[in-house]
């Protein structure tokens, strides 16, 4: 399988999960601009300089980048604390100088030791926090604001209670939109003849047919009828000079203020963090299963924040609402992140009157649906099945990110992970061998006893170097136990990656894994062969041989 490498080879795909990415995007910008104390263009100018600039440097093919939830709480206290927004955006500009270094230290490659569980557990709970948090819009109580994930929100409410005080503020008209919504992207991913119109996406549609359908309420003065406050609210510039005053440069006159470093070094580690779990997380969405240069990545949203800054807008990271939707809306290239970043940048120059009619109960429905694809029963019951040892860190993760944030979720997860590996997998060394090898050769990959997470950096290095047109041989005659990850990783590579390298791929020694699971360790690692069969295998060697 050829692979296309061409920017503008899956256009049509990219085209409408662009748009759609857009529509998204559109009202979480505002509402973190908003919420962060900030000028209301500040999160567009983000996501503009997120969608073009790091769209176009990123090696991601699904990452989309812009203005964070997870950052809002800083950027608040950090406006606060500086006492001028001119004198934030230096210590933007700063952040983006050490993520530049970062990535040139690689820095990038602890995303490699993420275990899938954590991952998978760090989506679900997002999903779980994008249904909690949109069902307020779907029905027309606006009062948090949007893209807000916290659980403790400003208003007084949290996530919970903020559903219960729905009841006393349910808008008919907002019901109605998000039902028909709903009912129109499903219909758009289920129903045969419609799945032809793959250029026009079904959120596209919804949204449209929301916006006339209110119009149709307000002309006729209908009870149903949406009224502005649940709109989409983008402030309409009416001239040039309006534009000049919604861009602030950074202040470099307190470049030797010790707390402006402070703000952007903190800005630099946590944006940095977020944007590698969310990398990983969209290299787990990849239908292709491609790998990311996190390092690339790192330098990416570097140069993106330095200009974001320069622009006035504010901090950015990748971000894992929008990169869902870009993987569901059925992205296959970066395109569609640089689409949804001109798109932003076209609404803002010309058509914001138009984009202000959008029910926010439409864009709920889009939501709603990303938030339902992260956290389907089915994954609940995917890890379930594989046993404690990599359920109890998924759940331990999606309980942590919906109550208190994405670091702390992802942190208890990790802890959780690490002390089962200690306790389960980590009795003896790991020993990975590979021989010098040029293109065409005949590698040999050999698998030491036991088989961590914590192997999976260099075993996917090694994987992602074998040159093309080789044969690899993977031999796990020695291995005991392997963890779900790596046993995910070889899969992938002899599944998928190879294919594209042309790489012909044999695995000696494996049997059938989980009908060999030790039953101590309940599906913490794959078993290949037990100790017995180890020992007896290698006396009836040493009797041939000798």
Request: net charge neutral; glycine share 6%.
């Amino acid at each position: 399988m050829v692979k296309k490498t061409n920017l503008f080879s899956y256009f049509n795909a990219d085209f409408a999960s662009g748009l759609v990415v857009f529509l998204v995007a559109l009202p979480l910008c505002l509402g973190i601009s908003l919420a962060s104390g900030a000028p209301p263009l500040s999160g567009i100018i983000s996501g503009i300089v997120g969608g073009v600039v790091v769209g176009f440097l990123s090696k991601s093919h699904l990452s989309v980048s812009g203005p964070a939830a997870g950052l809002t709480a800083i950027v608040l206290t950090a406006i606060t604390d500086l006492g001028a927004f001119d004198v934030f955006l230096l210590a933007v500009f700063i952040a983006g100088l050490i993520q530049l270094i970062l990535g040139f230290i690689k820095a990038g490659s602890i995303s490699n030791y993420f275990p899938t569980n954590v991952i998978e557990g760090m989506l679900a709970g997002i999903g779980i926090i994008i249904i909690l948090k949109q069902i307020p819009h779907a029905v027309g109580f606006d009062k948090d604001f949007e893209g807000d994930e916290a659980f403790m929100q400003n208003d007084g409410l949290n996530s919970i209670s903020e559903i219960f005080s729905i009841f006393n503020h349910v808008q008919l008209g907002s019901i109605v939109i998000t039902i028909i919504s709903l009912t129109i992207l499903i219909a758009w991913d289920k129903i045969g003849f419609l799945k032809k119109f793959k250029l026009i996406p079904g959120a596209l549609v919804a949204v449209l047919v929301g916006v006339v359908l209110n119009q149709f309420f307000i002309s006729t003065n209908s009870f149903l009828a949406i009224l502005p406050e649940h709109l989409v609210n983008l402030p309409v510039p009416q001239t040039l000079e309006d534009f000049k005053n919604f861009v602030v440069t950074p202040n470099f006159s307190q470049i030797t203020n010790p707390k402006v470093w402070v703000v952007g070094a903190t800005i630099a580690v946590v944006a940095s963090i977020e944007t590698l779990l969310c990398i990983e997380a969209a290299d787990r969405m990849d239908a292709q299963k491609r790998f990311t240069d996190t390092n690339v990545e790192l330098k990416a949203q570097g140069f993106g924040n330095i200009i974001s800054a320069l622009l006035g807008g504010l901090p950015m990271t990748s971000v894992v609402v929008r990169t869902s939707a870009n993987n569901n809306a059925g992205a296959k290239s970066k395109l569609s992140a640089i689409i949804h970043g001109v798109l932003l940048l076209v609404a803002v120059l010309s058509v914001p009157v138009l984009l202000n009619k959008i029910p926010l109960a439409t864009l709920a429905a889009v939501l709603l649906l990303v938030g339902y694809k992260l956290a389907k029963p089915s994954t609940f019951i995917h890890f379930w099945e594989k046993g404690k040892y990599q359920f109890v860190p998924f759940i331990a993760t999606l309980v942590a990110v919906v109550f208190t944030d994405l670091l702390k979720g992802v942190m208890l997860g990790l802890i959780i992970s690490v002390i089962f590996i200690l306790k389960g997998n980590m009795k003896r060394a790991y020993h990975f061998r590979k021989e010098n090898y040029v293109d065409g050769d005949i590698i040999h990959i050999e698998l030491a006893q036991e088989v961590s997470f914590l192997n999976k950096a260099a075993i996917k290095t090694t994987l992602a170097a074998i040159p093309n047109d080789s044969k690899v041989i993977i031999n796990a005659q020695d291995t005991v136990y392997i963890a779900h990850d790596v046993l995910d990783l070889i899969t992938e590579f002899k599944n998928v990656q190879s294919k594209d390298k042309n790489i012909k791929v044999k695995l000696k020694g494996f049997k059938d894994a989980y009908d060999l699971v030790d039953n101590s360790l309940q599906s913490n690692h794959v078993t290949f062969e037990s100790y017995y069969d180890v020992a007896k295998r290698k006396l009836i060697q040493k009797e041939i041989f000798e």
